[in-house]
């Protein structure tokens, strides 16, 4: 049920045409690396958190400051969700259901998910390619007219899937940014690629260089909520975008 997860607003939220951006712990850590990046980068302030029992009980210290960790940071025209641990496989329903309906709720006027695809040759890869996954035929429209190109076939698993299963439910636009990423270890590269192809969605130039340049420092501080995320990946018996579906339409 999405009673058992509530986004508490801690600021007046006014978020009526804004984009909502959530990258939650998966496949390289690339989505929870790029919001994590964007909201330091863009000076954002916290508008909401996310509780829930399904959640560990843990809580994060920022500055002296004890901070939950799930968070919604925001302005006029953008929304980040930012998760500091690996939501338990449990938690993943409600806890989508209940920020679609927060969104939707907002007046949000797409989601975006960020999220790594794995690839097993990602060494020899410098710029990894992303591809977008649209919820329907308006998200499929912009991502063709942002020069991103769609992915045809295959199958999209974990916390971007629900997003894209439960907006489409609430008939609310939605679509993935799927970077070429390593499967079990952080990998900045990728969250920099899923960056550059958020800002083409959003008509805006996000700095990456910074991102790139602490690119080791990143790979170090993330290896533990990697290692959390790999066994959510492993319960949610990921990947499986490296199939291909039985039949074609």
Known sequence: ??????????????????????????VG???????????????????????????PPIMVLHRGKLKNPVRIYGSSDLLLLVSEIAIPVE????????????????????????GGIPVANRLDIDTPSVYGVPNGDVAAEFLKRRGIEVMEEGFVAGAY?????????????ALALLAQSYLQYPDPGAAAAAIEALGRLLDRSFDVKPLLEKAEEIRVKTR???????????????????????MYT
Do not use: C, H, N
């Not at 994590?36 to 399904?54: F, H, I, K, P, T």
């Open 91 to 114: 938690a993943l329903a409600p806890l989508v259901r209940a920020l679609t309906s927060w969104f939707k709720e907002k007046r949000v006027e797409f989601m975006v998910s960020l």
């Open 29 to 55: 850590l690339v989505g929870a690396i790029a919001t994590s990046y964007l909201v330091e980068q863009l000076g954002m302030g916290e508008v909401a958190y996310v509780d829930s029992e399904l959640f």
């Open 224 to 246: 533990d909520l990697m290692k959390q995320a790999r066994a959510a990946i492993v319960g949610m018996q990921k990947p499986r975008e490296s199939e291909m579906p039985l």
């Open 1 to 26: 049920m999405a009673e058992e997860v509530e986004v508490v607003e801690v600021a007046r939220v006014e978020a009526e045409g804004a984009k909502a951006v959530e990258g939650l712990p998966d």
């Open 161 to 173: 899937a629900l997003f894209l299963k439960e907006s489409l439910r609430q008939s609310m636009p």
